[in-house]
């Protein structure tokens, strides 16, 4: 069973940084994609950031040129760096990992990481 295990939330000011990793359980190059999603209170999950095997980094418009993605292949790790913090940036953010098979996407999470951005 795959395990993604978060860290690096908390209460940041706006204009701050946090970083955020996710520790996956088994090599981080055997899933087709991964990325980070968030969910806000009364809100839907969205996705934030992502990167599939092989490519590059997209990311959600409301946070290009603030959040990169990046990945430590010996540590099983995934990372996202976020700077000018906003308030509108708070949300629960989630690790996701994804394998296709036979046309069907398998998906694992993370646990969930709280970040708050007070004004």
Known sequence: QV???ESGGGLVQAGGSLRLSCAASRSIFTFNAMGWYRQAPGQQRELVAAVTSGGSPN????VKGRFTFSRDGAKNTVYLQMNSLKPEDTAVYYCNAKN?????SIDYWGQGTQVTVSS
């Open 59 to 62: 990311y959600v418009d409301s």
């Open 100 to 104: 296709m098979l036979s046309g069907t």
């Open 3 to 5: 395990q993604l295990v």
